[in-house]
């Protein structure tokens, strides 16, 4: 059975940072990609970030030069290294996996999901 278990979140100050890690299990994705989204209260789901199966990196133009996705394949785990935090960025934040390698924006294209992890930014 495949997992996606995010960690990480937590209530940050405006201009603080936080790292949020996602663990992978029950199957490798070291060659898919994958992707972090957000989730604002009465708010769609939007993408954040996504890096593919070449560590390639694709940013929504909001997080340029603040967040920064990485992986290791050896721990089967993506994490989101998010600095100078707004309070714009308050949401629950989700871990998405692709079967495929090619990154993607959009949220109904990947195939695995986390439970979410709560950020929230003060002013």
């Known amino acids: 059975q495949v997992q996606l278990v995010e960690s990480g979140g937590g209530l940050v100050q405006a201009g603080g940072s936080l790292r949020l890690s996602c663990a992978a299990s029950?199957?490798?994705?070291?060659?898919?990609?994958m992707g972090w989204f957000r989730q604002a209260p009465g708010k769609a789901r939007e993408f954040v970030a996504a890096i593919d199966g070449n560590s390639g990196t694709f940013y929504t133009d909001s997080v340029k030069g603040r967040f920064t996705i990485s992986r290791d394949n050896a721990k089967n785990t993506v994490y989101l290294q998010m600095s100078n935090l707004k309070p714009e960025d308050t949401a629950v934040y989700f871990c998405?996996?692709?079967?495929?390698?090619?990154?993607?924006?959009?949220?109904?294209?990947?195939?695995?999901w986390g439970q979410g992890t709560q950020v929230t930014v003060s002013s």
């Open positions: 029950g199957r490798s994705f070291s060659y898919s990609a």
């Open positions: 998405a996996a692709r079967t495929v390698g090619v990154i993607s924006s959009i949220p109904g294209s990947y195939n695995y």
